[in-house]
């Protein structure tokens, strides 16, 4: 996960140089008055966003395997630590001289 985040961080610096440079180069025109920074955070972060959907599909497909899969091992734990639960509230409630017969 960290990975695909300092992937699309990265896109994101790249959109922010490129669309820096053309703003102060003229090509795009700037922000109104003291909005310049702004324009230029705005127009990266809009520009970023389908190239890293396109560009990083295979990073982000890893990252949530992982996600599910780490999910799935703190659902079985619980699931562990419930049934370990109820079984010590089972043993606690048996009268003292009985046993468990299966």
């Given at each position: 996960m960290l990975r695909y985040t300092l992937m699309r961080l990265g896109v994101f610096a790249g959109c922010l140089v490129v669309v820096w440079g053309l703003v102060y180069s003229g090509v795009v025109p700037r922000g109104?008055?003291?909005s310049n920074i702004m324009w230029i955070l705005?127009?990266?972060?809009?520009i970023s966003a389908p190239i890293s959907f396109v560009v990083l599909r295979k990073e982000r497909d890893r990252a949530s395997l992982n996600v599910v899969a780490r999910?799935?091992?703190m659902k079985a734990n619980l699931e562990a630590n419930k049934s370990q639960e109820d079984a010590a509230i089972d043993e606690a409630a048996r009268p003292q001289g009985q046993t468990q017969t299966s």
């Open positions: 109104l008055g003291d705005l127009l990266s972060l809009v999910v799935d091992r």
